[in-house]
């Protein structure tokens, strides 16, 4: 079983910056992919960001242009570096993990809260 452990939430003025990151533990795969979610209050959980160990990514239309997701295999690690945070970026992000880079999530995190102020 993988384990995940998220770090790096908290309170951020607008057009801050913020990194996340998530690091998994325990049976882990040298293919594999890993992916952030965020939830607002009162709102369902939407997809922002997947890396796959080969180095492929891929954005939500909301963050394109001012989030980065990024990885180090060594450490089984994926980071989430978001730039210009705005008030709607605040949410509880949640990172996850699949070995293989297609099908569903095995593992998530259990969130990190990113709260934007103005």
């Known amino acids: 079983q993988v384990q995940l452990s998220e770090t790096g939430g908290g309170l951020v003025q607008v057009g801050g910056s913020l990194r996340l990151s998530c690091a998994a533990s325990?049976?882990?795969?040298?293919?594999?992919?890993m992916g952030w979610y965020r939830q607002a209050p009162e709102k369902q959980r939407e997809w922002v960001a997947t890396?796959?160990?080969?180095?492929?990514?891929k954005y939500a239309n909301s963050v394109e242009g001012r989030f980065t997701i990024s990885a180090n295999n060594a450490k089984n690690t994926a980071y989430l570096q978001m730039y210009n945070l705005q008030p709607d970026d605040t949410a509880v992000y949640y990172c996850?993990?699949?070995?293989?880079?297609?099908?569903?999530?095995?593992?998530w995190g259990q969130g990190t809260q990113v709260t934007v102020s103005s």
């Open positions: 996850s993990w699949r070995p293989g880079y297609t099908g569903s999530w095995s593992q």
């Open positions: 325990g049976e882990t795969s040298s293919r594999y992919a």
């Open positions: 890396i796959t160990s080969n180095g492929a990514t």
